[in-house]
């Protein structure tokens, strides 16, 4: 296990009703707030309603920005920048899910940063040190982002995907209500369960050796999200299944589970150039990558693999070798996937071979059990297919 420093200083407000505690919480770290959304869900679902009346209960202002789309884009962010700098903003509350909180992040980052937003997604001497205090009212388990540290912002000039992190993004406070998933459509729900598991699945594969307490926990984790996501899609008012999915979707990506070890996250770099470039889901694209990613990455750790077959997939040790036990891991892993409903394979998501090479070049290098160069990523790409 590696040395690390671990703390996340999110407030998490959890459970039916919660989104009444926003204004108070809100009133802690300003008097103004940039009220930012997606496409108009939570006026259709009561979240909007319920959250302005908690800001105006306790005496929190607010100026509206809503229009985030999937992949939130650089474009939105810097309106939302200039807003908050005209408006006097004193913090940014995020209402939905992770592209949300995400645009959310860049904006109350912006604010406070020098220079232009973007450079700080693809300069690494670049460090965001301040943000405006940011808080969320999650309605969509997925990305995490709800108490992560992380960030990731679309560039619609040349459809860039970048992540970027610092302990700045970290929001102050997240109110989440399981009720507000209610109405998600089965697709949605189905993308953000496998994205709750794509970050456990890259905090999973690692070369670090005697993590065993944070191995049965993401193994817990992953076996948890197998038992409730079919669930969710069959009974989606069930308010237990959803709380555990919530839940879960929290603990897998705010940074508890990575501490001593050190993540892969290649899968999730070769997905964002599908997502940037196709504008598809990011969990849509995470289950066509991951499992070809698995199938080109295992022989540079198939002792780790042997495990993720065993351990979570249930795979019998009497198989005669271990690339039959992993191989089956991974057949049993897409066959979850197709069970959710998603495509497993580029051709399903009506994805050719004419941009491979152009998304392979594109591309940020990452790895940890296997170092990723554009030929790899380019072959990846292939099995995908």
């Not at 259709?44 to 985030?68: C, I, P, Q, R, W």
């Not at 990305?143 to 929001?171: H, L």
Request: aromatic share 8%; proline share 3%.
């Amino acid at each position: 296990m590696n040395n690390f420093i671990y703390h996340n200083p999110t407030r998490i407000i959890f459970g039916k009703g919660m989104e009444s505690e926003t204004g108070a919480q809100a009133a802690l770290l300003g008097k103004k707030v940039l009220l930012h959304y997606g496409g108009g869900s939570i006026k259709k679902n009561g979240v909007y309603d319920k959250v302005t009346a908690s800001l105006k209960e306790a005496g929190v202002s607010f100026v509206e920005m809503g229009g985030v789309q999937p992949n939130p884009r650089l474009s939105l962010v810097r309106e939302g920048i200039a807003l908050s700098k005209k408006e006097g903003i004193d913090m940014i509350l995020a209402v939905g899910g992770g592209s949300v909180i995400d645009s959310a992040k860049a904006i109350a980052s912006g604010v406070l940063s020098g220079g232009d937003i973007w450079e700080y997604f693809t300069d690494a001497t670049k460090v965001i040190e301040r943000a405006l205090p940011i808080g969320v009212v999650l309605t969509i388990p997925a990305a995490g982002s709800e108490s992560s540290s992380s960030c990731v912002i679309t560039n619609e000039d040349g459809w860039y995907k970048r992540g970027c992190g610092s302990a700045a993004f970290i929001p102050r406070f997240a109110v989440i209500n399981p009720e507000t998933n209610f109405t998600l459509p089965p697709f949605q729900t189905a993308c953000g369960c496998v994205d709750i598991m794509a970050h456990l699945m890259e905090r999973y594969f690692t070369k670090v050796e005697n993590v065993d307490l944070s191995d049965r926990l993401i193994e817990a984790g992953l076996r948890t999200m197998l038992n409730f996501a079919p669930r969710a899609i069959r009974n989606p008012l069930d308010y237990d299944v959803r709380a555990e999915i919530n839940w879960t979707g929290t603990l897998a990506h705010n940074n508890l589970l990575d501490r001593g070890r050190i993540g892969d996250w290649g899968s999730h770099q070769i997905e964002h150039e599908l997502s940037a470039i196709y504008d598809i889901a990011h969990g849509a694209g995470l289950a066509v990558v991951f499992p070809a990613w698995m199938r080109y990455a295992y022989k540079n750790h198939k002792s780790r693999f042997v495990q993720f077959a065993v351990r979570v997939m249930d795979v019998d040790l009497s198989f005669d070798n271990q690339d039959r036990i992993i191989e089956e891991g991974i057949r049993r892993l897409e066959s979850f996937f197709q069970s959710l409903g998603l495509a497993t394979r580029l051709s399903q998501l009506d994805i050719g071979d004419d941009r491979l090479r152009e998304m392979a070049d594109k591309c940020r290098s990452a790895g940890n059990v296997l170092k990723l160069t554009p030929d790899d990523v380019y072959e990846i790409y292939k099995l995908a297919l």
